[in-house]
């Protein structure tokens, strides 16, 4: 069974920085891309960022471009998201999934969401 527990986050002040990470297990890790998505409150959850399995090509939607920086570890079978200068329209609820692809990851919706990783950023 797929699974993916996504961890860390927190509370930080506007211009702060936070880690969530992404443990999978239960797939072949490395042949997959890793999506992290944000689903603010009362908004529909995006794509974030993506890391391609293939060769560790890395996306990242506009907003947070220069700021976000996804890595994989495929011997841990784990995903990192480091976010700098966070602000507060960056608050949500930090979901992982695994598409085959990063081409179109913001489309991509897995059959089953965990329970993502919380960032809140106060102004």
């Known amino acids: 069974e797929v699974q993916l527990v996504e961890s860390g986050g927190g509370l930080v002040q506007a211009g702060g920085s936070l880690n969530v990470s992404c443990a999978a297990s239960g797939f072949t890790f490395e042949w997959y891309s890793i999506a992290w998505f944000r689903q603010a409150p009362g908004k529909e959850r995006e794509g974030v960022s993506c890391i391609s399995g293939h060769d560790g090509s890395t996306y990242y939607e506009d907003s947070v471009k220069g700021r976000f920086t996804i890595s994989r570890d495929n011997a841990k079978k784990t995903v990192s998201l480091r976010m700098d200068n966070l602000k507060p329209e960056d608050t949500a609820v930090y979901f992982c999934?695994?598409?085959?692809?990063?081409?179109?990851?913001?489309?991509?919706?897995?059959?089953?969401w965990g329970q993502g990783a919380q960032v809140t950023v106060s102004s």
């Open positions: 999934a695994n598409p085959l692809s990063c081409e179109g990851f913001a489309k991509f919706r897995p059959s089953k």
